[in-house]
């Protein structure tokens, strides 16, 4: 039977998985045709060259008829998975905040142009979305985001966000806020703590998550929330509460966009019980994605006892995560004008 033959027309289904190298393996493949999947994150261990980086893409997105969407962490600073053989040094968010101070337009115009060049990047070698804008807020405390978020301010962090934004999608590349409603104020890593924020559930909305209700789903297609458990408003984390999920971000904000777990292998997912418990938690309070990272084995264990059925509304959300159009290739991108200009004005604030 032809690789061609063997590919499977479905639609994409709520779990995301990874790969293990830089290609794929046959017990690979047949989990990528699982119609319980629906996209795959990868990481730098997948990552040697900018070809292989492409032939990977290709061999996923080739396993379907509909193309299973790619995804990664792919932020700038010390969270960029891809870091050598052409790709741009992306600066951490914390820059332009700092720059906004000085002159706020200049600080959005170089976050529009780092988008545009993160995004385009990306999209040249097969990558459909990168995890990224942060929007939690720096208080200062937080082990994990610290220099990843934009600033303490929720409005700064919220235009500076939209300007990021608007450059991916010059790019033709969706975004995915993170971590709501805040992961900022809490000092424990999620992946590896279980952090808890004991602030009052209105302090929280006139924070942390007031990026999430300005920017809403038109400008910000997908979300991701905290592993992160908020007592005063529900003993679960975010991510496995439908008060979180669907009263507030749905409800109450509007929001209409994908809604990812965050890794339900970390730490502060482990409140919820085995991996096939986690999934069954995030999925019923309102993700229309689970991730599981870095081990396959319970990759394989979820997709071998989950039993769901993936809602029209959920494939809906996920399909407009994909790119519009085909994106033009390495060389191609280098030769042209608009991104060579964003390239030169967003390397003017790493090497500054």
Not at 117 to 130: F, K, T
Not at 226 to 252: E, N
Not at 264 to 284: H, K, N
Request: aromatic share 6%.
């Amino acid at each position: 039977m032809t690789a061609q033959q063997m590919r499977v027309s479905l639609p994409p289904g709520p779990v995301m998985v990874d790969v293990e190298g830089t290609a794929l393996t046959d017990h690979e493949r047949a989990r990528l045709r699982n119609p319980l999947v629906g996209g795959v994150i990868l990481f730098a261990r997948n990552f040697d060259n900018r070809a292989q980086l492409s032939d990977l893409c290709q061999s996923i997105h080739a396993e379907r008829d509909e193309p299973l969407l790619i995804a990664v962490d792919h932020e700038g600073g010390r969270v960029q998975r891809f870091r050598s053989d052409g790709f741009t040094e992306i600066p951490a968010m914390s820059v332009f905040g700092e720059l906004w101070f000085e002159d706020s337009l200049a600080a959005m115009r170089l976050a529009s142009e780092t988008g545009y060049v993160l995004g385009a990047e990306l999209r040249a070698c097969g990558v459909d979305l990168s995890f990224t804008p942060v929007l939690d807020l720096d208080y200062g405390v937080s082990k994990v985001i610290g220099n990843r978020s934009f600033h303490r301010d929720p409005r700064v962090v919220a235009m500076l966000a939209r300007s990021l934004i608007q450059g991916l999608m010059l790019a033709d590349m969706a975004a995915c806020g993170k971590h709501f409603p805040g992961h900022g104020a809490v000092e424990a890593d999620s992946h590896h703590e279980i952090p808890v924020d004991q602030r009052s559930f209105e302090e929280i909305m006139q924070e942390d998550a007031a990026p999430y209700g300005w920017l809403g789903d038109m400008v910000l297609p997908s979300v991701m929330p905290a592993h992160v458990i908020y007592p005063k408003v529900d003993p679960q984390p975010a991510g496995f509460s439908s008060h979180w999920i669907q009263k507030v971000l749905r409800q109450d904000l509007g929001y209409d966009g994908v809604v990812f777990s965050d890794d339900l292998t970390m730490e502060g997912a482990t409140v919820a019980g085995d991996i096939l418990a986690r999934a069954q938690a995030a999925l019923t309070a309102g993700c229309d994605m689970v991730l599981v990272c870095n081990r396959p084995d319970m990759a394989d264990d979820l997709l071998a006892r989950l039993q769901t059925v993936h809602s029209a509304e959920s494939v809906e959300r996920i399909r407009r995560l994909m790119p519009k159009k085909p994106a033009c290739n390495w060389e191609a991108l280098q030769a042209d004008e608009r991104y060579q200009y964003a390239r030169r004005l967003q390397s003017q604030i790493v090497s500054g």
